[in-house]
Each structure stands twice: as C-alpha cells, then as structure tokens.
C-alpha cells in the first residue's frame, strides 16, 4: 500500500446514477475527499454496485459484477461512495455473495470493511466538522433509507450542513420514511410509488424549504420528478453540492441553466 | 380463504382510489409508530430485550421437537388433549370432530390469524355449526362478510363511520335513534349483544400467542376480555396453535410478553394475558370441562433448515406492517391473502406458493423499518430477497424484465462497452429534454412519467468529463 498516514489514498466509487445523470456530484466528492486530506483516484473498471441485479434476484450476475469491484478497488486505503445505497450495497451486501466462498469472502469483508459513504467518511473518518460553503435558503434534508438504516447515516450531513454559512435546516414532519423510490420498485409499482412520493413531496412542501437535499441520486430523482411533475418550486440538491460550494454555478436537477 | 395475491397490482391500484381506506390509513401510520416509539423509550433495556427474543426462538427452532414433545406431555398431564394436523385439512377435520362429538351448534371464536388460514370458518358452516366472531373487529368483519386486512387490528381499514353503517344495519332490534359518538359507544353495542352469545355457545376457539413447552399451557393476549369469555365459559374449548407458538419456559413466555405488547400497539402489557392450562379441575369454579389443542404445520416444517427459518420466530405483533410504508399505502387487502406486509410478503409465499404470490415479496423499496422495529429481529427484506431469487431461478419473472435485466447486465460487465453506452444515453437524453430539463412523458419509461418527470441528465457522465479533465492536468 502506499499510504502515508497523513495522506490516504482514497478510490472514488462514482455510482451509476452519477455517471450518468449527476456527474457534478463526483466531482464535488473528489473535491470535499481533497479538502479532507485524501489523494483520489477513480479506477477506470467500475460500472455499478450491481444492485439491479442482486435485488431482482440474479445473484450470479450480482456475485459476477461483485467480483469485478473486489478486483478494482483492491490496494486503496478507502473505498468512498456519493450514495448510502450503493455504500450499503458493498458495505453490508457483497460479502454475503461469497459465504460459501472463504477466499473471496475475506476479500469482499476487506473491501467491505474499508468502504464509506461519502458525508459520513468525512465526519466520522477524517473528522471533518465544517465546511467551507454558504448558500443562502432554506433546506431540508430527507434521509435515504439504506443510509440511515444500514450505516447509521443520520447527524453527519446535518452536522456539515450547519457550518454552511447562510443555510437554514428545516427538518420534515418524517423525514425518514422511504420516498417509494426502491430501485425497481418505482417501475414495478408506479402507482404505489407515486402515491408514496406524493406523501414524501407534501411534507417537503409543508416545511417552506427552498431547496432539497439528500445523499442519494435515486431517491433525489424521484422527489425531484414528482416536485417537477406537481409545478413546486422546490429545488432539489445532491447534498454534495452544497457541502462542495458547487451551487452557484451548477443549476438544481432537472433544471437548465437560463 | 381464496388468495388474490397474484392480483396484488389491480388490488392496490383498487385500493389506491378508495378515498375511505386513505382515511384509515393515513390516521393509523403516524398514530401507531409514535406509541411504539414511546412505549419503546419507556423501556431502557428494550434493545437488549429484542436480541433476548430472537435467541429464544432461535433456540426453541433449533430444539422444536424436544419443546413440542415436552409441552405435549405436560398438556396431556394436566388432562388436555392434542390433535396434530400436518395439513390445514387435517386440522379442519380435527375441529369439525370434537365439534360434532359434542353436538355443537354454535361456537364462539376469539381472534386468531391461523383460524383465517384454515378457513375454519367457512368449514364449520358448511356442516351446519354457527362460528361468532367475538372479537370487535372480527365481529364486524362477520357482519360486512370481509376478511381481515391486519393481523392484530381486522378491522384496520375501517373507520368509524363503516362501523355505525354496519351496526345500524344488522342490529335492527336496537332503538333507530341511538347515538355512536364514540369507540366505547360501538363497543358496548356489541358487547351486549355478543353477552348472550357467550352464554350459548357449545365450543369457544381461540388462538394462542404462545404455548408454554414447561407447563403445558397456552396463552392469548386481548384487550377486550372476549379472549377469556370465549375460552372459559363453554363445555369446549379448542386452541389453534401453529408448532412455532412454543417457547419452552414460563419466563421465556414473560419475556415474549415484554415484547409483544411494545412492538404492537405500544401498550406495557395487553390488557388481558390469560395462560390456559388443561380443562377445569375438580375444584376448580369455572372452565371448559374439555381442553384441546390442535398444533398445525401446514408447511411451517418445510421451512426449518433453509434460508426462511427465521421467519418463524414471528410472534405476530403487526409492528413490520404498522410501519411499512407500503402497506400503509394499499392497505392489507391488497396483499390477498390472510397475512399482510412484510412478515406476509415472507410468508405467503411459503404457505400458498410463490407462483401465486410472487408480487408480494418483490412489492417492497426494501426500505428497511420492518427489520429494524421487529422485535425478534427477522431479516425480512433478506428474505423478500431470497424469494425473488427463487422467481428468478424458476423464471417466474415477466419476459420483459428478463430480458432488460440480462441486456442491462451484459452491458455492465463491459466497462468500455458501458462507458460508451452511457454516453451516448446521458447525451440523447440531455439534448432531447432541451430547454425543458426534463421529460413528462418517455417512450419505455411510462411507469416512472406516469406520476413524475424525468429530470434530464447534465449531459456528459462523469467518466467522460473526468477523463478529459485528466487529460487537461497532464
């Protein structure tokens, strides 16, 4: 390994969803991974964490696409990850593909054990406790279901949140309660799931919050298509940007630049 | 009971436009997770209590035919008899038997999920035997001719209103003006009514939360004293225990009882526990003078060993459907079957096949609050999870989602391939969108634009602006 102590080596895992539709959001991770002492690096092999497949129930092409991460991100100090999903994915998921498998089970627990979700590695990994941003309005922070549930992802976004100097947290009457997003389930189920978005948007809509934020593109598409779709003039954020200062020059999702 | 589980869509598109379902379940979603909650907070060492729980049925699974053997014999000691039914025939038969032995024509019922399982109902009547619900919900259920929709609460997709329109048409012999302002009005309607019914009922059947392997007994928990009236005051009382209820000590079913009450509807304690041990003794001053049980399987063996067993540490508290946020949007008839929710996506499948209840286990965001209030721990998205699987392997699965599925994977397997591909897609996408940012409707995408926009990408992935910028430094 090449570490030093004051300077991990840290491999970026983009996700899928930030690939494709949100780019900027890796962007603002690499930027906040540097502002927190770490070298970043994105190896090339990545495509996505495979949960389309492992939750469909295809655990071979899941184990098959598992196999590939294990093998690109081996010999980094941290895996870091822009989504709470994807994180849990490799974190909690991955290693159970290979438990009848001791060698790659050991490898998948090694990947597993170093890899973070983005906001919580910066708090509670490197001991950030503010950040240098502002951003004047008023938000409110929904909590993505695997983050929350499986990596305790609760205080660290809002911690960092409150050093944004000219921001404001209003918090929803739920904030916690899944947005009906759920990988395939928002195309399986569309009418259970718009009503659950629906449920999810008008809490958003109660608190008076300008802006949106969460960890997750997933769930951010989804809250933010459905605001889209009922004319609300919430805006809708990757909490990354705000944390990165990024908001200034790169308009909300589903927005153009005028 | 006919399962409508395959017609899981239509059903919750149904329930969806049903404007009074939305009413009781909007009211029942915040009400009963924040009495969990506080019941929970006032129970500092409720956590630990739940890893108590889950390695007390864990050991109990892992040793159930020691426990099964042992409170055989000590119910047997006490004068009880046991009838052991591996199919839901065999127990059907079992009650329809000790009911006509003793010429029973009407017979009183106490709440309890595996009687709907057995139809227990419907058989009864078949051969001219009257069941009486005596159970609020379940009673009114009777009346409306309506299967339950939770577990704990029947009636959960009721409101008050249905409640009076129902009673005011059956109750005909009641004064026309009489006033429902209240749940204790309803309450005490049927309780006066259901007064005689108690009194002339040959058999009672009830459930049972727990059976206790040490001292033969059985235990049900009420809050309505309906339990106790339907178990004590006819010649015959029947428990209907599935073989998962035993635990084997009086203080593993005390602990149990610590639980159950918490998780379900946030009480300390139900307001009757009632532990039944045998029938009436010579001394005794009330009682059945005859006590049965009848233990059933009907499938619940089959789960022992593999990756399902955990489900069998359920204790039944409704706590994964009370805070399921799909299950308080479509409500429990849309799972058609007798158990809802999560532990039902689990276990129906098992019980009446995944062929015909595939929907269920994959109707889930996989969001998590279901495993993390049940209160013996069951991993139940794991277990959704593995049913999927299972469709998977068995290809049950529609064609479509397959075949996306497998092109998706190919593809992703492929990272020069997919850089590529999504390229071309986050392009496509952001120059067709336009000055919109967004689209309303997309070919392939019409679940999603149905109820949302699409918002359009930024335009190039990551990888190819990253790859350039790297270029850039070089």
Redesign the interface.
Known sequence: MTQTASRPRVALF?T?L???????V??AAIQLLEAAGCQVE?P?????C?Q????????A?AT??AR?IIDAFAGYDYVVVPSGSCGGMLSSHMPHLFDDDPNTRARAQALADKTHELVSFLTDIRGMTEVAASFDGTVTYHDS??GL??LGIKTQPRELLASVSGLTLVEMTDP???C????T???????????????KTADIAATGAGTLLAGDMGCL??M???L??EGSPVQ?RHVAEVLANMTNDL?A????RP | MLATSADF?DN??RA?QDKGLHKALQAARVALPAKRAAAVANLPEFEQLRDIGRDIKNHTLAHLDFYLETWERNVLNAGGHVHWASTADDARAAVLAICQRVGARTVTKGKSMVSEELAINEHLEKHGITPIETDLGEYILQIRNEPPSHIIGPAFHLNREDWEESFRKVHTQLPADRVFAERRDIMSEARTLLREKFLAADVGITGANFLIAETGSSVIVTNEGNGDLTQTLPRVHIVLASIEKVVPTLEDATNMLRLLARSATGQDMSVYTTFSTGGRRPNDLDGPEEYHVVVVDNGRSAMIGTEFQDMLRCIRCAACMNHC??YT??GGHSYGWVYPGPMGSVLTPMLIGVDKAGNLP????????C??VCPVKIPLPKMM?H???????RHL?PMA?RTN?AL??WV??R?AL?RLA?RI??KALKLLAG????F?TLPL????T?????????G????A??AAQQRNQA
């Open positions: 983009v899928c930030v690939d494709l539709h949100r780019p900027s890796g962007f994105v090339r092999a990545q495509t996505c495979g389309p497949a492992y939750n469909s129930g295809d655990r092409t098959a696409m590939a279901c695997a549930r499986e916690e309660i899944c009906g997003f759920g990988g389930f928002c195309v399986k189920y569309p009418d259970i799931s718009t009503r659950m978005v629906s449920d598409l989804n933010a298509g459905r889209s779709r809708v308009p999702i589903g927005q153009v | 869509k919750s598109t969806l946020p799909v949007t479509v994959n109707a889930s965001t996989f969001c998590g609050k495993e993390s999870r049913w999927r699987e299972r469709e998977f392997e699965q989602v599925l998706w994977a992703a397997q990272p997919y999504t897609a986050a000055k919109n940012g967004k309303t995408a019409s679940g999603w149905a109820g949302r926009d699409l918002p359009a990408p930024e190039d992935t990551f990888f602006r990253y």
